[in-house]
T-cell receptor
Framework: SQTIHQWPATLVQPVGSPLSLECTVE??????LYWYRQAAGRGLQLLFY??????ISSEVPQNLSASRPQDRQFILSSKKLLLSDSGFYLC????????????FGSGTQLSVL | AQSVTQPDIHITVSEGASLELRCNYS??????LFWYVQSPGQGLQLLLK??????LVQGIKGFEAEFKRSQSSFNLRKPSVHWSDAAEYFC?????????????FGTGTRLTIIP
């Protein structure tokens, strides 16, 4: 069966420090991968999605970047965190079809202080 | 572009009572519609989805939702809630002919269950 791992679960970082959140998927190949951010009272906002290795699409301009060095690995990064980067970050994967559902990781609560 | 409105930020119901969570969408064509549930500190899990066909959709955990085109709504219902249903519920709308990269989520409704 497919599983998705996301870590760390919580992270407290000072402003200006770098960030690296990792997400890996097991039990499937060629998944579509997604990074979402969830801010209080604002629902989920799609940050990045990827349809293949090295292929990253960004949905909103921001201080963050994403990379997909391997088929089932998706990394969210920042060189210098801002206070506004605080939030709950969710990684997700889905199959390739239009009607494929999203499978979410358990999330990372990031606090930038 | 599509949009989703969940007008109720927080709902409290008694265990065993019926539940209806509201969702209204804005989209020019027939939408793809979803309900996801998020337990505290966790990711989201799909409850049910509507793509076409029967407008009453059955999901997991005893939930159902009805697509009403005339009202642009996709309300989630459950006849009798259980304490384990306490969570945050998100409605989402997708665009025809696109995948999850075009999925728009609502702001969520937090459900509290009282004994």
């Amino acid at each position: 069966s497919q599983t998705i791992h996301q870590w760390p679960a919580t992270l407290v970082q000072p402003v200006g420090s770098p960030l690296s959140l990792e997400c890996t998927v097991e039990g499937t190949s060629n998944p579509n991968l997604y990074w979402y951010r969830q801010a209080a009272g604002r629902g989920l906002q799609l940050l990045f999605y990827s349809v293949g290795i090295g292929q990253i699409s960004s949905e909103v301009p921001q201080n963050l970047s994403a990379s997909r060095p391997q088929d089932r690995q998706f990394i969210l990064s920042s060189k210098k965190l801002l206070l506004s980067d605080s939030g709950f970050y969710l990684c997700a994967w889905s199959g390739r079809g239009r009607e494929e559902k999203l499978f979410f990781g358990s999330g990372t609560q990031l606090s930038v202080l | 572009a599509q949009s989703v409105t969940q007008p109720d930020i927080h709902i409290t119901v008694s265990e065993g009572a019926s539940l209806e969570l509201r969702c209204n969408y804005s989209y020019g064509a027939t939408p793809y519609l979803f309900w996801y549930v998020q337990s505290p500190g966790q990711g989201l899990q799909l409850l049910l989805k509507y793509f076409s066909g029967d407008t009453l959709v059955q999901g997991i955990k005893g939930f159902e939702a009805e697509f009403k085109r005339s009202q642009s709504s996709f309300n989630l219902r459950k006849p009798s809630v259980h304490w384990s249903d306490a969570a945050e519920y998100f409605c989402a709308v997708g665009e025809l002919n696109f995948g999850n990269e075009k999925l728009t989520f609502g702001t969520g409704t937090r459900l509290t269950i009282i004994p």
